[in-house]
């Protein structure tokens, strides 16, 4: 196995971290009302611009089982699912903190790994995997101005179904596209994400109005940093689905870890220069708070990542 996955796999959460603070301008911003079904309803419909470059990167797309492309269509449904309470998440926390409870996504991945497609666990990544839990737990909770903690229940429940849906979906994915193909698989799962934001505009009146709405209301720039955020997001999905190919699924998860350094290190720079377009905390005990987890949880990364 060469190291082409782990620059592939680095991808994908380097885009990610920009689509994440993306979205909390837009929720924050733009999409104040409604922001989470209209985000969701975007999403699937600008999927369409991958498919007629996936087509011409393989023809023969249309060759695919009928099987693959039932699995595909559940596993766009989750990609739904997903993006719902990530979205909901992030709708009431900040970026920096909810990008951490994305740790759980390796853990995740190689236990549906191992359940699904016989990938080992030794002792040691069994301790790696606690260890990232616990580093989840540390930023778990918020510590309000008079130094009072308080659970961050919605953005633990929301994000502990997010990273289950995105660890059982890679996994599941690797399982088609080793019948199929990575680019065939790619194109039916962002057709099936256009049709169901076909079905989500004609059978959900409050977000087809609100979509209509945003679409005829809002500046060009806007318009603009929604495709842009679309755009970063399929690409990162084509480079950690190439990069799966190449590596266990637990191994190409772990890259994930990164998007938590990268969300934070980019919020702290939005933060102190360029505060009219986005503001996190920044004061000491959250920095500190953001960066123990972010250390606790790279901990268990680099275990998982060594142990034999």
């Not at 191992?114 to 666990?121: C, D, F, T």
Request: aromatic share 12%; proline share 3%; hydrophobic share 55%.
């Amino acid at each position: 196995m060469n190291n082409t996955w782990f620059f592939l796999a680095l991808i994908a959460p380097l885009l990610y971290s920009f689509t994440n603070h993306i979205d909390k301008i837009l929720l924050e911003k733009y999409f104040k009302e409604g922001g989470v079904g209209t985000l969701i309803l975007v999403s699937s419909l600008l999927s369409i611009v991958a498919v007629p470059l996936l087509y011409l990167g393989d023809p023969t797309v249309l060759a695919v089982d009928g099987k693959s492309v039932l699995i595909l269509a559940g596993l766009s449904l989750l990609d739904i699912i997903l993006l719902w309470f990530y979205l909901l998440a992030l709708r009431d926390d900040e970026s920096s903190v909810v990008i951490v409870f994305y740790q759980l996504v390796p853990v995740l991945g190689v236990v549906f790994g191992y359940l699904i497609l016989g990938e080992a666990i030794t002792r040691m990544q069994g301790m790696a995997m606690a260890i990232v839990i616990l580093g989840t737990t540390i930023i778990s909770v918020e510590i309000d101005s008079e130094n009072h903690v308080k659970p961050r229940w919605k953005t633990v429940v929301f994000m502990s179904i997010a990273c289950t849906c995105w660890a059982i979906e890679l996994v599941i994915f690797k399982t088609v596209a080793l019948e199929e193909n990575v680019v065939r698989s790619l194109f039916w799962k962002h057709v099936m994400l256009v049709l169901l934001g076909i079905v989500i505009f004609v059978a959900v009146p409050k977000y087809r109005e609100r979509f209509l709405t945003a679409a005829r209301s809002k500046s060009r720039a806007i318009l603009s940093l929604i495709v842009l955020n679309e755009v970063l997001y399929i690409l990162g999905t084509v480079a950690i689905a190439f990069a799966a190919m190449q590596a266990p699924v637990g191994l190409v998860l772990l890259t994930e870890t990164y998007q938590a350094i990268f969300v934070f290190a980019i919020g702290v720079l939005l933060t102190k220069y360029f505060p009219k377009v986005s503001v996190e905390n920044i004061d000491a005990k959250h920095l500190w708070q953001k960066f123990l987890a972010i250390c606790v949880t790279g901990l268990g990364t680099y275990l998982l990542l060594t142990s034999p």
